[in-house]
């Protein structure tokens, strides 16, 4: 699945949840919706795992590997799971699918409802 982060950035405002977009090798946040970024202050351009989690290293619970091929490229999978947020003692039902950026040349980023 192809998507221009820039349309994304347009029309994500209108959901009524947070999304953010990581790219999947480096775990950078490339885009936050506005919930987001309530939520968390000035996360884009830092990794998700302390941004999000306050975590030094990539959470153990990451997903981003389950949603790529062996080849780094995006499964079509969508995963829904629960997590617990420690930084703000909230549960979350999250929803992750790996797509592929025009920007990014090709490589997969990950969304995350």
Known sequence: M???????????S???FGLYVVDVKTYVILHVNQLV???????????????????ETPCVH???PDLLDAQGQPTGKTLVWE???EMNDRWYQLH?????????????SAKQI
């Open 14 to 16: 209108l959901l009524p």
């Open 96 to 108: 992750e699918k790996a797509l592929v950026l025009p920007a990014d040349h090709g490589h997969a």
């Open 37 to 55: 970024a309530d939520a968390y202050g000035d996360v884009l351009g830092r990794k998700c795992h302390m941004a999000l989690y306050g975590m």
């Open 62 to 64: 990451c997903r981003i």
């Open 83 to 85: 997590r617990f947020n």
């Open 2 to 12: 192809t998507v221009d982060l820039e349309y994304l950035a347009q029309n994500c």
